[in-house]
């Protein structure tokens, strides 16, 4: 199914993969004046594919837990507003 968690997951992994670059040129762009560096100065390869690999990965288990957690906290809240109503 297209929306299973794992379908989810591995989707927005490979958007943030996808967009990373142009992240990161965005950024070399946007410095501030009397203080840029050469691109060779500000790309750092390691830096890049850490901070790159941690915020997909983290993106995505946000999106497969919030879409694990949803159908249990909407049944808990439903119940607690039912509890609250009398």
Not at 20 to 48: V, Y
Not at 53 to 80: D, M, R, S
């Amino acid at each position: 199914k297209a929306v299973d968690p794992q379908v989810l997951f591995i989707v927005v992994i490979l958007g943030c993969l996808g967009s990373a670059p142009f992240n990161e040129w965005r950024g070399f762009l946007l410095q501030s004046k009397g203080q840029e560096l050469t691109f060779k100065e500000f790309f750092k390869p390691s830096n890049f594919v850490r901070s790159t690999a941690l915020g997909a990965i983290k993106q995505g288990l946000a999106l497969a837990v919030g879409y694990w957690c949803a159908p249990p906290a909407t049944k808990f809240v439903n119940g607690l507003f039912s509890a609250i109503r009398g």
